[in-house]
């Protein structure tokens, strides 16, 4: 495409400044975590890492400040607007209560999210340890996961425990960060939604529903067929991006789906997709990896053709 072409060679001194831009905004956002986040403490081998509860004032300062710089880290990176709308009878201060639900599109999302609320997210053990991204990443009050730890690591325990205390009167006592949980597990096309895992629902908690969009002209944001480093660059050269979050009301789990974690994320899956006019897909991770192999001339994965596989071990 000429017009592609044209535009990309016009964009592409953009790609540097945009780049410097965007690790300055991550620098002041490590500074201030850095200053006023919680101390760098280390983990007991096996023990889960406990959550250091930060004076009020601190907590909002760090919300305030990685908010701004999220927001200018998106705008370095071609986000010029990013737009809010609501559910009609959407409450603002009702949805804060609930665990955010949304849906994954792109690794913009993270940005996207820390620029609208930032939230605490659910990531691995080794993420505390990441340079710079780790020390945000605590500040946020994320959770972090050891999966070799057994029952101390458990992802559905600290979720729900989180959960809880969104919902408890203790949380008016000390700042509590929004959980943000993508259910599908893995990003999507931005064109349909994934099956929801069970984890974020075992509480029974009400849930509050997000939405995002990215709406493109040239190249979208949910294009994760392509290696990354070209999806940086694809990225970074377009003359500026949009987002979209929709808030929907909470959903509220009936009896029968707070006794069943399945039923309950089956239902608001379906609620979900309806809501946000997008198709229900029941692909999987493993459908996606399938796709990503034969899209990029990669290596199939062994359980595509497993009798081969298990010709070739023989």
Known sequence: RMLDLVKFAVTIPLLPLRLLMGFGWVMVCFSAFAVFGPPIARKKEGAARE????????????????????????????????????????DAREAARYTIVSNHVSMIDILLWMSYCMPSF???????????????????????????SGGA???????????????????????????LIFPEGTTANG???????????V???????????????????????????????RLLTELYSTAEIVRLRPYYPSPEERADAKLYAANVHAHYCRAAQLAASNSTYKDKLEYHAVVRG?????????????????
Request: proline letters at 7%; glycine letters at 6%.
């Open 51 to 90: 959550q250091v509860v930060l004076p009020a004032w601190r907590q909002r300062l760090l919300t305030a400040v990685g908010c701004v710089c999220a927001r200018m880290v998106l705008l370095a990176f071609g986000f010029v607007r990013v737009r809010v709308r609501d559910e009609e009878g959407f």
């Open 122 to 148: 659910v990531a691995k053990e080794a993420v505390a340890k990441y340079p710079i991204v780790g020390r945000i990443a605590r500040g946020m009050q994320s959770i972090f996961v050891d999966r070799l």
């Open 153 to 179: 690591g458990s992802v559905t325990d600290k979720i729900v425990k989180r959960q809880q205390e969104l919902q408890s009167a203790a949380a008016s006592e000390r700042l509590v960060a929004p959980l």
């Open 191 to 201: 064109r349909c939604v994934l099956p929801f895992r069970s984890g974020a629902f």
């Open 203 to 233: 509480s029974g908690c009400p849930v509050a529903l997000y939405i995002l969009h990215y709406p493109y002209a040239h190249f979208s944001p949910a294009y994760d067929t392509i290696h990354g480093g070209w999806f940086l660059v």
């Open 298 to 314: 990669d290596k199939l994965p062994p359980w595509v053709l497993p009798a081969a596989a298990a010709h070739t071990a023989a």
